[in-house]
Structures are given as C-alpha cells and as structure tokens.
C-alpha cells in the first residue's frame, strides 16, 4: 500500500534578533535577480541544465537555495509552455520587487524548538549572511510543527521567505 503525502502549508512571522530585515530583502532581491536571469536565458534559447548551472554558479545564495528558486522560476516557465494556446503570457524577464527566497530545511533555514512555546530560526538570507530569532504565529502551526519534528512520517521541508505587508 502507498504512504499519501500531504504538504502541510504553515505560516510564521519573524522575530529577528540577528540580522536584520534588510539582509531578508537583499535575499529576496537577489532571488528576483536570480529569476530574472532565468528568464532572459530561457528566452535567448539557452538548454535548461546548461542555464541553471550558470545561473546558480553565479548566485548570491548557497548553491541548494540557488537551485530552488531556478527551479521556481523554470517551474513558471514550463507553465507558459503548457499553457500558451489558453493565452497565457510569457513571464516577463525583468520584474522588479521581492521574490520568495526559497530554501530547504537544513540547509537555506533551520528551526529549533526550543520549549513549548518557542521555536527559534536561522535563515541564510545571502551566502554567508545569517538572520536568527523566533517564529510567531498561531498555536495551531505551531503544533503541526512539532509533529513534523517529533513524528517519522513527517518532515520540516521547503520554505519561503515572503515579503508582504511591509514585513
């Protein structure tokens, strides 16, 4: 019999302590850079494997975030492809503004619980720039997360670092 996998979305606002929400925003501006180039390269006809090695080779991130937010932005792509006879446009290639920082649990970010009621967070927002400090959010989040540390047939996986409502 097969395991179903679900993907629990949880959302958590920051408590920064270390760092700061600049090195955040200098993170989700090098993600759009970072997508930005995928782009124009998928445009200018370069082969994916080739663009993404490129593109990751010359990123700001650590190599795994690189390949994460290449990955999203050729996601948006293949999108298009799928999708261009319902009129759906290419993505632009030169957006401005903040894009996801996307990252994987161990490697981009780790979390810590440290007791009941806290749960502490180290984000790698550029290569060798760190922002620590807890999450904040509901009771309920905060609960599936410890399943997901405590429990085998969970896992703390991808997340995302977005930038809304000024924070």
């Not at 679900?6 to 959302?11: D, E, G, K, Q």
């Not at 760092?19 to 930005?36: F, V």
């Not at 509901?138 to 599936?144: A, I, N, V």
Request: glycine fraction near 8%; aromatic fraction near 8%.
């Amino acid at each position: 019999m097969q395991s179903s996998q679900f993907t629990h979305t949880l959302s958590f606002g920051l408590d920064i302590e270390t760092g700061s929400g600049d090195d955040l925003q200098t993170g989700c501006l090098e993600a759009r850079r970072i997508r930005n180039e995928a782009n124009r390269l998928d445009k200018d006809g370069w082969e994916w494997t080739n663009l993404k090695s490129t593109v990751v080779d010359n990123a700001d991130h650590v190599k795994n975030t690189s390949q994460l937010i290449v990955d999203k932005a050729l996601g948006e792509i293949e999108t298009y492809h799928d999708h261009t006879d319902d009129g759906w446009g290419r993505p632009y290639p030169y957006k401005d503004g903040m894009y996801s920082l996307v990252m994987n649990h161990g490697e981009g970010y780790r979390l810590f619980i440290k007791d009941e009621d806290t749960v502490r967070f180290r984000i790698t927002a550029t290569r060798e720039t760190h922002v620590k400090g807890e999450l904040r959010g509901s009771p309920g989040h905060f609960d599936r997360l410890r399943t997901a540390f405590s429990n085998d047939e969970w896992r703390v996986g991808t997340a995302e670092v977005v930038h809304k409502h000024d924070e």
